[in-house]
């Protein structure tokens, strides 16, 4: 989340958005889980990690621990 986005909720690069960066999928959309608001910190982080299960790793961001 740190190199991510600096701790910014409001973090917007390209297509990605909020604290993980989370970018769209095949059909447009960015897969968040809870409320469905990506600049919600905990929507997003819950979301981030729903994406971080599914991979098995930190595979879906350039920022890696």
Known sequence: MHCESGHNVNAVNGQYRGLFQLGYNYNGTISVTNDGNV????TNALSARAAYNARGNWSAWECRP
């Not at 600049?39 to 905990?42: P, S, V, Y």
């Open 39 to 42: 600049f919600n910190a905990l």
